[in-house]
């Protein structure tokens, strides 16, 4: 049914505000303290996150990237990237920070130079790392030769990322309608969860969806309402014969 929807708005920007945390607070507060506290502070500087797809690892490193205006990096990673951030100088008093996403997927170059990153930044007093994989760092699927680097990231504070359960779900579908100003019923999360894609970023966009359609049709978000909007993006979907 997902792919019938025509008019899902892009997810917002992912926020540490925006971030619904489960299971996860205390590496949400981690990660926070790193990206808000000056290098003075003395906060943890080497953070590993690991988790499943939708446990919410990306979300945080992104997060962290738009406050304190960290080098991101994705499964696009390059040596030349991590030796170009390092040789980079940093704003004065403020974070070195490098974030590395799917460390697991990049290759052997950029490996090595990670590695020497990290004693990089450990050696500068504003220099910080997050970084996230997959799996726990000893269970990390490296290049050979790679048991140097996955030390390294064992260095600082790790944590396992959990998804939601389908109850920490339904409470943000809840929250999220009600920051919206209005009601969505049981019935209404249970056809949603049941019906379409099980992330919270998915259903929440499609909360968003659903109460522009109601606004635009005067209408509350019932399971009637549902229905005519999944009919309104089929039939447009629908070449026309003419």
């Known amino acids: 049914m997902t792919q019938l929807l025509l008019d899902l708005e892009?997810?917002?920007r992912p926020c540490f505000e925006n971030f619904i945390a489960g299971r996860n607070a205390e590496a949400l507060a981690a990660v926070r303290r790193l990206c808000e506290t000056s290098p003075a502070d003395h906060a943890p500087r080497f953070i590993y996150l690991w988790g499943d797809t939708g446990s919410g690892r990306s979300h945080l490193l992104r997060s962290a990237s738009a406050l304190v205006g960290g080098h991101y990096f994705g499964a696009a990673l390059g040596a030349v990237d991590v030796r170009s951030?390092?040789?980079?100088?940093?704003?004065?008093?403020?974070?070195?920070?490098?974030?590395?996403?799917?460390?697991?997927?990049?290759?052997?170059?950029?490996?090595?130079?990670?590695?020497?990153?990290?004693?990089?930044?450990?050696?500068?007093?504003?220099?910080?790392?997050?970084?996230?994989?997959?799996?726990?760092?000893?269970?990390?699927?490296?290049h050979a030769g790679r048991d140097d680097l996955r030390s390294r990231l064992a260095w600082g504070l790790a944590y396992q990322l959990h998804p939601l359960d389908d109850h920490e779900k339904d409470a943000a579908l809840v929250r999220h309608a009600a920051e919206r100003g209005f009601p969505l019923a049981p019935e209404v999360r249970r056809f949603l969860m049941t019906h379409f894609a099980r992330d919270l970023g998915s259903l929440m966009q499609l909360v968003e969806a659903l109460d522009r359609h109601a606004r635009e049709q005067r209408r509350v978000v019932t399971l009637p309402l549902i229905r005519d909007f999944l009919h309104r993006d089929f039939t447009a979907s629908i070449p026309s014969a003419h």
């Open 10 to 12: 892009p997810p917002a």
């Open 85 to 142: 951030m390092i040789a980079s100088e940093p704003v004065a008093a403020r974070r070195r920070v490098l974030i590395v996403d799917d460390v697991e997927s990049t290759d052997a170059a950029t490996q090595e130079a990670l590695f020497h990153a990290y004693n990089v930044l450990r050696d500068d007093s504003r220099g910080a790392m997050l970084v996230a994989g997959d799996r726990a760092p000893r269970d990390l699927a490296l």
